[in-house]
């Protein structure tokens, strides 16, 4: 089945600064890849989902970046604000059939002010 | 529209136990999923619905997990006997059929003591 790696665990930057999150998969069938932001105690909510027919997706200060030869795909949070902290997971999936997402470990991002 | 609701927010038992959760998902959705996340981890799939019908419960520990969906509405979750290592956030979640993403629920917070 389905394996997501999610790096870093833990990532700290300057509030204005950019952060980067990457994950890789397994199976090469998966085309569907989200991310999901979970503020502490609140439920896990969507941020932004690319499929595997496109390389780039942009969303004002975030983007996702697909390289389905490598099979990695990446979370650009760029001017980062207090409010980006908070822990994100990757996720991955097909999108035929059953649609079941396989999730990453997650990254807890701070944002230093 | 209205969320996914759940019920209790936060669940503590003695090991050995049994306790039951509850899911209402969005109106119309006929794909429901009832994930597990364990502190420090990424969501884990554990069952899924489509309509009434089981599309998958190969992650269900099916000698103390059961889960139902009546009607092909709401769901429940049940545990029987509780264990140490069930301590964790159930979480569930909705989709639309022919839509991508999933929109999770608040979840339970379960403690087993």
């Known amino acids: 089945g389905e394996n997501v790696e999610q790096h870093p665990s833990t990532l700290s930057v300057q509030e204005g600064d950019s952060a980067v999150i990457k994950c890789t998969y397994s199976?090469?069938?998966?085309?569907?890849f989200p991310w999901y932001k979970q503020e502490l105690g609140k439920r896990p909510q969507l941020i932004i989902d690319?499929?595997?027919?496109?390389g780039e997706k942009k969303d004002q200060r975030i983007a996702v970046t697909l390289n389905k030869t490598a099979k990695h795909f990446s979370l650009h949070i760029t001017e980062t604000q207090p409010e980006d902290s908070a822990v994100y997971f990757c996720?991955?999936?097909?999108?035929?059939?059953?649609?079941?997402?396989?999730f990453g470990q997650g990254t807890r991002l701070t944002i230093n002010p | 529209e209205a969320g996914v609701a759940q019920s209790p927010r936060y669940k503590i038992i003695e090991k050995r136990q049994s306790v039951a959760f509850w899911c209402n998902p969005i109106?119309?959705?006929?794909?429901l999923y009832w994930y597990q996340q364990i502190l420090g981890q990424g969501p884990k799939l554990l069952i899924q619905?489509?309509?009434?019908?089981?599309?998958?419960d190969s992650q269900l520990p099916k000698d103390r997990f059961s889960a139902e969906r009546l009607k092909g509405v709401d769901s429940t979750l049940k545990i029987q006997p509780a264990k140490l290592e069930d301590s964790a956030v159930y979480l569930c979640?909705?989709?639309?059929?022919?839509?991508?993403?999933?929109?999770f629920g608040s979840g339970t917070r379960l403690t087993v003591v």
């Open positions: 619905f489509q309509n009434n019908g089981v599309v998958d």
């Open positions: 996720a991955a999936s097909l999108i035929q059939g059953a649609q079941k997402l396989v």
């Open positions: 979640a909705s989709r639309q059929t022919g839509r991508y993403g999933y929109t």
């Open positions: 199976d090469s069938a998966s085309n569907y």
């Open positions: 109106s119309g959705h006929a794909t």
């Open positions: 690319i499929r595997s027919n496109v």
